[in-house]
């Protein structure tokens, strides 16, 4: 996979997109990856290109812009077809300096804040409140919405949940020992509110084991079977509608819960281990958090140095 084209080296691509895949742990990262690199290697194969190299890659960016992607969207395909370059030399299909150019193709920039990265106390109400709860399906979505803004979980932890992960620490509910992304496990606090949504959606239904969160019947009747990411994601749409806020995505959720955390006092470390985040820095970009020089934290340290 060096200058010659990329199409004539159908078995090496695929091999090689492999081990990109292997290289992340994420099933939607995974899913993401596999997607920018089929759409790159459909995208190379529509006319004569120079070659793998920086201008290619350059030149992709440039059509991915052209789609109107988001700038999300785009960095991650293109770190994608990073990954690949890395991949293809260590394998001697790339020169070393033609991957060295191709790692340093510049992502989209993100210019402002994205619109829906956070909801508001009120949004976030109005969603919460829009499932009609006077049926076991609407039940059921109520106590889903009430762990993604509560809890900050993922989708796939939400769908992976288990009324054996419930269960009391320190006097109060807790989500334990979950296994999280990149296998960390952590122990979530549950907000009395969560724990209500859970037990009303639970108790009528009979649920007391296995997955919280089961499939509903158009009879309205709960079945044994837990509920997928894909579902989850599905669900809130039409609530998301409903609430004004279209086109959210669960990981939304994720940074509400971390933002109304934060605006309500909680500690960062604390939102750190909240949300099960290796670093602290990734808290913070959830928070969209930026020093305050003008309020300062440290000016409330109450020492005094005699003059």
């Known amino acids: 996979m060096n200058e010659i084209a990329l199409a004539n080296r159908a078995a090496d691509w695929r091999r090689l997109k492999a081990l990109v895949l292997d290289s992340v742990s994420s099933p939607i990262t995974k899913r993401v ?55 293809a030399a260590d394998n001697g299909l790339l020169a070393p300096e033609l991957a060295a150019g191709i790692t340093r193709v510049k992502g989209a920039k993100s210019i402002g804040v994205r619109v829906g990265n956070w909801l508001s106390v009120q949004q976030a109400q109005k969603l919460l409140n829009a499932p009609d709860v006077s049926t076991k399906k609407g039940l059921r979505d109520r106590a889903m919405l009430a762990i993604l803004l509560g809890c900050g979980l993922r989708r796939s932890e939400v769908a992976a949940l288990t009324l054996k992960h419930i ?10 020992d979950l296994v999280g992304k990149h296998g960390r496990v952590r122990t979530i606090p549950m907000p009395t509110w969560v724990k209500v949504a859970i037990d009303t959606w639970t108790v009528p239904t009979g649920i007391a084991e296995g997955h919280v969160l089961r499939r509903v019947s158009r009879g309205d009747v709960a079945h044994g079977e837990g509920m997928s990411e894909k579902v989850v994601w599905q669900l809130l749409q039409g609530y998301a509608a409903t609430a004004g806020v279209p086109g959210i995505a669960p990981h939304v959720l994720r940074r509400t819960c971390a933002k109304l955390c934060r605006a309500a006092g909680g500690e960062l470390e604390q939102i750190q281990l909240l ?33």
Do not use: M
């Open 33 to 87: 990856y596999n997607l920018g690199l089929d759409e790159f290697f459909a995208w190379y194969g529509q006319e004569p290109r120079a070659g793998f190299t920086k201008a290619t890659v350059s030149a992709w960016r440039v059509a991915l812009e052209a789609r109107g992607l988001s700038s999300v969207s785009i960095n991650v395909r293109i770190t994608a077809v990073r990954k690949l370059a890395v991949e």
């Open 167 to 176: 269960q009391q620490r320190d006097n109060r509910w807790c989500i334990v």
């Open 275 to 307: 949300l099960g985040h290796a670093s602290v820095q990734t808290t913070e970009r959830y928070l969209g958090t930026k020093q305050d020089l003008v309020h300062a934290p440290n000016d409330g340290i109450k020492l005094r140095v005699a003059v």
